[in-house]
T-cell receptor, first 118, second 113 residues
Framework: GAVVSQHPSWVICKSGTSVKIECRSL??????MFWYRQFPKQSLMLMAT?????????EQGVEKDKFLINHASLTLSTLTVTSAHPEDSSFYIC??????????????FGPGTRLTVL | AQSVTQLDSQVPVFEEAPVELRCNYS??????LFWYVQYPNQGLQLLLK??????LVKGINGFEAEFNKSQTSFHLKKPSVHISDTAEYFC???????????FGAGTRLAVHP
């Protein structure tokens, strides 16, 4: 149980275009989802916290107009990288936390999305 | 402020040898503690977690960790490693009452034949 998927697993796009990444909790409802960015050989950097039905909370230094987050349902959150540039190339990972029970205190992670901007 | 320190960036070990990956944290409130494993080009998989109760926590793949409140540590151990355990391991804390996970820098476990 507690499976999180991401789509796509990798994407290559041209500079200036927008890219949408989906994060889904497959077998549980997630009130809260998180978006992380990971650079090579580094730890995860939290970008934003997404709560279902409300605006995301962005970490300091993360441009909310560039990284649009939508959490429209208890099983789906999306991250849209707008007007992507090569410096946005990275590994993006989402996680989801359950609404109750034993999964309420734990973040379960998706497999990640590799974004390459040319 | 809360923080997590993973004392070793890399740990090389031979197959079937025991291993310990060290994790210390600082927090002024009670915490939940986690170990995650990341294989190349993949997301994070939960190995084990400590929320309350017994300080010795057993996880998947033969790993276990012990919460030591006085030393603010949560070291990960395995008595006999396999080649397939080669991966990046992250220690994380969730300070009580907060949403965020605070990650350590990670420890690269390299198991050699």
């Amino acid at each position: 149980g507690a499976v999180v998927s991401q789509h796509p697993s990798w994407v290559i796009c041209k500079s200036g275009t927008s890219v949408k990444i989906e994060c889904r909790s497959l077998d549980f409802q997630a009130t809260t989802m998180f978006w992380y960015r990971q650079f090579p050989k580094q730890s995860l950097m939290l970008m934003a916290t997404s709560n279902e039905g409300s605006k995301a909370t962005y970490e300091q230094g993360v441009e909310k107009d560039k990284f649009l987050i939508n959490h429209a349902s208890l099983t789906l959150s999306t991250l849209t990288v707008t007007s992507a540039h090569p410096e946005d190339s990275s590994f993006y990972i989402c996680s989801a936390r359950g609404t109750s029970g034993r999964i309420a205190d734990t973040q379960y992670f998706g497999p990640g999305t590799r974004l390459t901007v040319l | 402020a809360q923080s997590v320190t993973q004392l070793d960036s890399q740990v090389p070990v031979f197959e079937e040898a025991p291993v310990e990956l060290r994790c210390n944290y600082s927090s002024s409130v009670s915490v939940y503690l986690f170990w995650y494993v990341q294989y190349p080009n993949q997301g994070l998989q939960l190995l084990l977690k400590y929320l309350s109760g017994s300080t010795l926590v057993k996880g998947i793949n033969g790993f276990e960790a012990e919460f030591n409140k006085s030393q603010t540590s949560f070291h990960l151990k395995k008595p006999s490693v396999h080649i397939s355990d080669t991966a990046e391991y992250f220690c994380a804390v969730n300070p009580g009452g907060y949403n965020k996970l605070i990650f350590g820098a990670g420890t690269r476990l390299a198991v050699h034949p």
